[in-house]
């Protein structure tokens, strides 16, 4: 059964649970929806870097922070696509477009629905993250055939207003529920180490497992440091055992949802990486780049799901949310 009533009581016992017994939860729950050794993939592009007038603290592409990231114009249509082909040829299933902006302008749409169909076109999965959406916007993308909207709520509903000012929580899952109410699947998760502590991660994952429906997607990003941000002053690093129990908590609380480990991969070791795997994490971006960060060579991440003797999922798999019988 899917459930969408959990209490912070509810996850908070879960969370305290010894580690052998979370993970083992979150194993019988992930293999009852999952196969648990297919790993999903996507790539993510920056189809418009840099001038977002949004203050998020933990960015690098905000014009309130001096981080060294120059704005950027929208790319066109035919570098996108370039971009797209590129990542199936590496194993991307799925391609993520993203720009910074609090919300895209009337005037782009015809160009963002152009680049959604000619991904689509080529089998790709297609997600975009372009800020808050009017209804009409959402139609549009949905019309174009656009897969995917992430726009996470990177935080507690607690301590968000010490994470951003130029919007609020409410901004945030408006745009969510927007978009799930236009018939487009919902991306949407949050950022560990930005000096939150363990109660607003609880608290961020049951913001999501109360949605009125599950997100399909859920990114466990770590926050990247990126200097010259407000979080950079009060960033605390995350234990590797409080990751994968986040990952865990996340698996139990939302049974059907793919849980990628996002950004902040570089600095995981591949150990960790086989525990949040383990702990019912199963997809994981591809390509040397994140918006502006980094991530792991595509040889790397080969390299440790073949050790593990896993798969990466090809194409048709993706957004399976039953394991084969």
């Known amino acids: 059964m899917i459930r969408t009533d959990w209490t912070v009581q509810e996850a908070r016992a879960i969370h305290a649970l010894p580690f052998p017994d979370i993970i083992h939860r979150a194993q019988e729950v992930h293999r009852r929806n999952f196969d648990p050794t297919v790993i999903e993939t996507a790539s993510l592009l920056s189809i418009k870097t840099g001038g977002c007038p949004e203050d998020c603290g933990y960015c690098s592409q905000s014009v309130h922070h001096d981080t060294g990231v120059k704005a950027t114009k929208l790319m066109e249509l035919d ?5 797209a082909r590129r ?4 194993g991307a299933q799925r391609f993520c477009m993203g720009a910074a902006w609090r919300s895209p302008k009337d005037r782009d749409m015809d160009k963002l629905c152009a680049m959604v169909k000619g991904v689509r076109e080529m089998g790709l999965e297609t997600c975009m993250t ?12 949905k019309a174009a055939g656009l897969d995917f909207y992430n726009h996470n709520i990177d935080t507690s509903p607690e301590y968000y207003r010490e994470i951003a000012t130029t919007r609020t929580m409410d901004d945030r899952l408006e745009t969510v529920e927007r978009v799930r109410q236009g018939g487009i699947r919902v991306c949407c998760g949050g950022i560990l180490g930005m000096g939150e502590e363990v109660e607003d991660r609880i608290s961020m994952l049951v913001t999501l497992a109360t949605l009125p429906s599950h997100p399909d997607s859920v990114p466990i990003n770590m926050w990247n440091e990126i200097g010259n941000t407000p979080v950079q002053k009060r960033a605390k690093p995350i234990d590797p055992f409080a990751l994968a129990r986040t990952v865990a908590l996340a698996r139990i609380l939302m049974p059907q949802s793919v849980v990628r480990l996002s950004a902040g991969r570089t600095g995981m070791s591949e150990e960790l990486q086989a525990l949040c795997f383990l702990a019912g994490a199963n997809s994981i971006f591809v390509g040397d780049v994140l918006l502006t960060t980094g991530n792991p060579a595509a040889w790397q991440d080969q390299s440790l799901v073949e050790r593990l003797g896993m798969r990466f999922a090809p194409a048709r798999e993706q957004g399976m949310s039953q394991a084969a019988e």
Do not use: C, T, W
């Not at 570098?79 to 971009?83: G, K, S």
């Not at 990542?87 to 590496?90: I, Q």
């Not at 372009?130 to 993308?141: A, D, F, H, I, K």
């Open 130 to 141: 372009l800020g808050m959406l009017s209804p009409e916007q959402v139609g549009r993308l």
């Open 79 to 83: 570098e996108v696509l370039q971009a």
């Open 87 to 90: 990542a199936k040829a590496a």
